[in-house]
């Protein structure tokens, strides 16, 4: 292996250490930290306000868990108890 070879692939390793320890675990993230990764995420974090209540949404959410709603499978109305767009009272 060449000089310029040897010196690439030292810089690849790097680069790949430096991504690696660029992504933290959840769980060793900060407030802060957490709250800007649900934002670059697109996760909504409701009314939580705490690390635990925030990792724990975070989490649910990555998990593909709902956002609170329950679907219903058959029709995919929401089911809030309330009646839902186009439904008319004695439809089902």
């Keep these: 292996m060449g000089l310029s070879s040897f010196n690439r692939a030292r810089r690849i390793a790097a680069e790949k250490l430096l991504e690696e320890n660029k992504e ?18 697109g996760i909504d974090l409701g009314e939580a306000t705490k690390k635990p209540d925030i990792l724990a949404t975070i989490i649910r959410l990555q998990d593909g868990e709902p956002n609170g709603e329950s679907i219903d499978p058959q029709d995919g109305d929401t089911q ?5 767009e186009g439904e008319l ?3 089902s």
């Design 24 to 41: 933290k675990s959840l769980d060793k993230m900060n407030l802060g930290e957490l709250k800007e990764y649900a934002i670059e995420n």
């Design 80 to 84: 809030n108890g309330e009646p839902q």
């Design 89 to 91: 009272d004695g439809d």
